[in-house]
Structures are given as structure tokens and as C-alpha cells.
């Protein structure tokens, strides 16, 4: 084997060694005059990271901290679950779905922010020792929308208010008065008499905001004063059961107690959201907060602004959710709109002909897909305007024209149950593993079943019954079977007898449940719905 001149003055082992090591150095010598590897050894270009400086310039002066000492005897959630606490800022409606915190050893970190929040309380509308051990101070946030002096925050923060105290973000303080409260919606309009015209925001659209867009959240969080932070649109029409009328923005960016009533603006300055409660399992922050819609609140505080208080459209309906089980024994091609579980009597609704069992799927031009659709819709009707009224009734839909009424601002009571009679000896009867009897006077008062109520009651439910999937107990009584009423046990058992014998798939109850009616659908052999 011939060497070629270099291989042959290396050692044998060499050969695979030089001819690696000649590779890199080559590789290394075309890297060190390689355009791409200077470019490596630059310095990276600086971005400019967009900033939301200007906006929060632009808002900030007409968000203001509202400072409330309570009514004495007033108590919050806090004190509920701690009697000798004083974290009063903020009220309990910062945490609607609040958690018990787990019991995790605390770390010294724990120890600072109680002290350091403890402080802050102090300084920022805790109680003090000058002030009566009764009188309690609560710390939200708010918001002014004309140069007048009109302010916007939460019916929470000022509901028990003795005394309330708007302060700037220059710490000048303004006593205030409370011009009308919303509880239905949580909102609240306090006004302060203002030597000058004073810095105002205006509304913006909600409904023009989507899931994605961003935000800016401005407060007053633990009584800190004036404090900025960003997020985006989570979601849109949350429910979080706080109220009839829930429809809030769900948004990312942090809110904490003492937020409530601060504004949520889009990035046109515009206010399209009311920080209202917040998703906690620890009392802080985790990215979950609730706002009030602009386009809700906006009606709502000019109807304070104006008359004090908010005067809502009614129907004179009691609804219910429509289930899949309900929809299919309605003939309804699907699960939406809102079930007629009762009618008010002499009600917008009795006067047009609406009936126990329709299923409203449409109202005024706005298609009623969920339950809570329609009060919302129905409540932003002007009283005494006219609306289109669209229902599914014996398998087809029909239209009637409702006058809107005011709502009562005391709705009707139940009638009193009637006065026991002679007594009776029930004569049961079983049917679909349950047990029935007649309603009397005695059973009647016992149970509050409202006078106008006729029907059979169920005294026991057979534990693996289809009827006790369905959840239909003891003291349940039965009114009607796919909206046939029945009066009598005997009743019961021959329309169950003769359903069974036609091969009927689909069994609609109307019961009354303390005093509340609704309707219960099973389909045969299918199970619960």
C-alpha cells in the first residue's frame, strides 16, 4: 500500500486523526470569512415593544377610588367567616365562586403581605383607633362619565353606605351621595359636586369587543390607589349566577378586591366593561375576572341618572330550561328557548294568550337560544311598547303581539294555601314505581302548595324508577301528563296505562315543587333529560 507524502510521516494511527482534524480547521476557516457567521456576531436589532402609556395618560384621571364607611351593624362575607377580621376592603362580591383555601404551611412570604396589607388597611380606610369600633370603611372603585361629577361603580361597594368619600388620583377627596342603585345589575351612580368641570371617559360598544381583544383594567386594589393592568377578552356572556340579568365579559387581566366598580377600557379609551367579581380560590387574582358589559350598563345608569331608579319591561312568565328530553317530547326540532312553567295571572302574557307549556323560541327579533335570553331581552323592552312574541305550541310555531308592562316593583305573592277541611283517608295508588295520592286540604298546607294548584302528589319514588332518575320526589305534585291535566290518582294511572299501551316514547310532567311550577320530560327507555 503506497502512502501519499503526509501519510507516511505519521504514526499509522495518525491518518483518521489528521484528516478530521484538517476537515475542522477547514470548516473553521471558511466560518470565520462566512458572511452568515458575521452576521451571528452581531448585535441583534431592539425592538420597540408597543406600550400602553399614552392610554393609561388618557383614562386615568377620571378613575377614581371610592371610599365607603359602612351603616353600623353592616357586615360583610369577611366578617361571616372571621369575626374579629378587619380586611374590609373591597365587598364579598369580589369573590362569587370563592374556594376554601387549601391548608398549605404558610412560608415567610405569606407573613410579609399579611403584615403589609395589614398596614395598607390602616392608611387606606381600615379601621382606626379614633374611629367607633361599630363603623366599618370599604374600598372600591369607580369611574366619572361627565364633567359634572356623575361617578359609576358597583351596587356592592355603596349598598350599606353611611357615608361615601370619591377620591382622585392626586388624593383630593369629595364627599359624594348616592343617586340610585341597580341590584339586579350590581350597578351604582353616586355623583360629587365639583367646583370645576372634572375628566370624564366615555362608553364604548361591548358588543363590538371579541374574545382576543385587549384590554385595560383600572383600580383601587387593596386600597393600594390608582393601579393599571392589561389582559385580553377571555370569553363573552358568562353567567356566573349572581343575577337575573348576567351577561358578563369574562377578561384575563388582573382584578382583585377593590377593583370593583373600576373600568375595563378597549384601546380606543372607551369604557366597554364594570369590573365586577372576580373566580378566587385564594381571595387573589388567577386570571379570571368578570365586567358588565357596556351596552348593559349604559341603560341602566341613565334610567338612575334620570328617575333613581330602573324601571324593567315584564312579561308575567316563570321559565325554565329547555333540555333535549323537553325539546323531544315538544316535537321542538332542538334544545333551545325558554319553557312557560307558569303564567302570571292578568300579566302582558295572560292578555295575549301565552300559555303554560309554550316554548318562547323568539322575542322582539332576538332568537331566544338559552333561558336566560329572554329576561334579558324582555327587561330591555320600553314599558308599555308592543313586541312580537314567538312560540312553539302543538308542534309548531305561532306569533303573538304582547304589550310590555312595568315590573312590579313588588311582585304578586303566592296565594295562601287553603284552610284544612275535614280530613280524608288518601286513596293511593301506584304507577311507574312511584306512589300516589290526592292532594288535600291537609297535604296542601303541609307541603305550600299555592291554592290555584290542582293535581296528584307523589309519596314515595322507587329508588332505580326511571321517574327517580328523572328526580321527581316525594311531595312533588303531579298537574299534568304531556299537557293533559289530571286531578285524580285515577287519573294518572290511565293515561300512564293508556301511553304505555300506544307505545307513547316521550312522558312530559308538570309538577309543582314547593310552590314552583315546571315541567320534568322522560323519554321511555331512554332515561332522564
Known sequence: MSLSPI????????????????????????????????????????????????????????????????????????????????????????????????????????????????????RNGGRTPTEPRGQRVALGSGFIIDASGDVVTNNHVVENADKVTVIFQDDTKH??????????????????????????VEWGDSGAMQVGDWVLAVGNPFGLGGTVSSGIISARGRDIHSGPYDDFLQIDAAINRGNSGGPTFALDGKV????????????????????????????VIDQLKDHGKVQRGWLGVQIQEVTPELARSLGLPKAQGALVADVTPGGPAEKVGIKQGDAIVRFDGHDIAKLRDLPLAVAETPVGQKALVEVWRDGHAQTLEAAIAAMPENPEQMARNEEPGPASKPQSASAMGMKLAPLTPELRRELSVPKSVK?????????????AELGLAPGDVIQAINQEPVTSTKDVTTKLDAMKKSGTKSLLFLINRHGVNQFVALTMGGGAG
Open 7 to 122: 501519510h507516511a510521516c505519521l504514526p499509522a494511527d495518525a491518518a483518521p486523526r489528521f484528516r478530521l482534524g484538517a476537515l475542522a480547521a477547514a470548516a473553521a476557516l471558511s466560518l470565520a470569512w462566512s458572511p452568515v457567521a458575521l452576521a451571528q456576531t452581531a448585535q441583534p436589532p431592539i425592538v420597540q415593544m408597543p406600550t400602553l402609556a399614552p392610554l393609561v395618560k388618557k383614562v386615568m384621571p377620571a378613575v377614581v377610588n371610592v371610599s365607603v364607611t359602612m351603616k353600623a351593624g353592616a357586615a360583610t362575607d369577611e366578617d361571616e367567616d372571621d369575626p374579629d377580621s378587619d380586611n374590609d376592603n373591597d365587598q364579598p362580591k369580589d369573590q362569587p365562586h370563592a374556594t376554601p383555601r387549601p391548608n398549605l404551611p404558610q412560608s415567610p412570604f405569606d407573613e410579609f403581605l399579611r403584615r403589609f396589607f395589614d398596614q395598607q388597611q390602616g
Open 175 to 200: 364627599p359624594a351621595k348616592v343617586v340610585g342603585r341597580d341590584p339586579k345589575t350590581d350597578l351604582a351612580l353616586i355623583k360629587i359636586d365639583a367646583p370645576k368641570p372634572l375628566p370624564f
Open 272 to 299: 366597554i366593561g364594570i369590573n365586577t367579581a372576580i373566580y378566587s380560590p385564594n381571595g387573589g387574582s388567577v386570571g379570571i375576572g368578570f365586567a358588565i358589559p357596556s351596552n348593559l350598563a349604559r341603560p
Open 455 to 467: 293535581g296528584v302528589v307523589v309519596t314515595s319514588v322507587a329508588e332505580k324508577s326511571p321517574l
